[in-house]
């Protein structure tokens, strides 16, 4: 009953902001590291950033360091990526999940980021 749901993609211009949802149920949300993913066209799923338990420790991927900042609410079992400075290469699917869960069939959805003047 793991559910993982994303929210928040939309049409920005380069430059723009977005912010992310991602509300998580059917597990112990706080017990679990969460990730955000990212799928371009044509491309392979790629990390973009993780958050520990608790929150204390945030790791992303180079080309979005410094734009981007992932955080999490235990209380609303909810993970969030701020998406600043966006750029037409951050064009993707997102998705999150927990790596635990990577190759189990609890992705969502996705939600769909289009950054394009």
């Known amino acids: 009953q793991v559910q993982l749901v994303e929210s928040g993609g939309g049409l920005v211009q380069p430059g723009g902001s977005l912010r992310l949802s991602c509300a998580a149920s059917?597990?112990?949300?706080?017990?679990?590291?969460m990730s955000w993913y990212r799928q371009a066209p044509g491309k392979e799923r790629e990390l973009v950033a993780d958050?520990?338990?608790?929150?204390?420790?945030?790791k992303y991927k180079d080309s979005v360091k410094g734009r981007f900042t992932i955080s999490r609410d235990n209380d609303k079992n909810t993970l969030y990526l701020q998406m600043n400075s966006l750029k037409p290469e951050d064009t993707a699917v997102y998705y999150c999940?927990?790596?635990?869960?990577?190759?189990?069939?609890?992705w969502g959805k996705g939600t769909l980021v289009t950054v394009s003047s």
């Open positions: 999940n927990a790596p635990i869960y990577y190759d189990m069939n609890y």
């Open positions: 059917g597990f112990t949300f706080s017990s679990y590291a």
């Open positions: 958050i520990t338990r608790s929150g204390g420790i945030k």
